[in-house]
Nanobody, 115 residues
Framework: QVQLVESGGGLVQPGGSLRLSCAAS????????MGWYRQAPGKQRESVAV???????NYGDSVKGRFTISRDNTKNTVYLQMNSLIPEDTAVYYC?????????WGQGTQVTVSS
């Protein structure tokens, strides 16, 4: 059974940074496109950042220039470095693994940006 386990969330002040990690197991990690999504209370889940199997990246407009997605295929792990955090970044962040018609999700990690 595929497992995606997120970590690194927490409470941070505006302007601060956090680094999220997502460790994948029981999956051919290197061939999957990996992504980070988030869902704030009362809002739909939105795409934050995606990195494909070739290493190309794509970002949501609201995080461009502040967030960086990366992957380490030797560790089956995808990262999301989040800088210059603002209160609007507060949400549950989910890791996603996608390959053709397959989609796997982690359980989510809470990120709260507040003073």
């Amino acid at each position: 059974q595929v497992q995606l386990v997120e970590s690194g969330g927490g409470l941070v002040q505006p302007g601060g940074s956090l680094r999220l990690s997502c460790a994948a197991s029981r999956i051919g990690f290197s061939v999957y496109d990996m992504g980070w999504y988030r869902q704030a209370p009362g809002k739909q889940r939105e795409s934050v950042a995606v990195i494909n199997s070739g290493g190309s990246t794509n970002y949501g407009d609201s995080v461009k220039g502040r967030f960086t997605i990366s992957r380490d295929n030797t560790k089956n792990t995808v990262y999301l470095q989040m800088n210059s955090l603002i209160p609007e970044d507060t949400a549950v962040y989910y890791c996603n693994a996608h390959l053709v018609s397959l989609d796997y999700w982690g359980q989510g990690t809470q990120v709260t940006v507040s003073s």
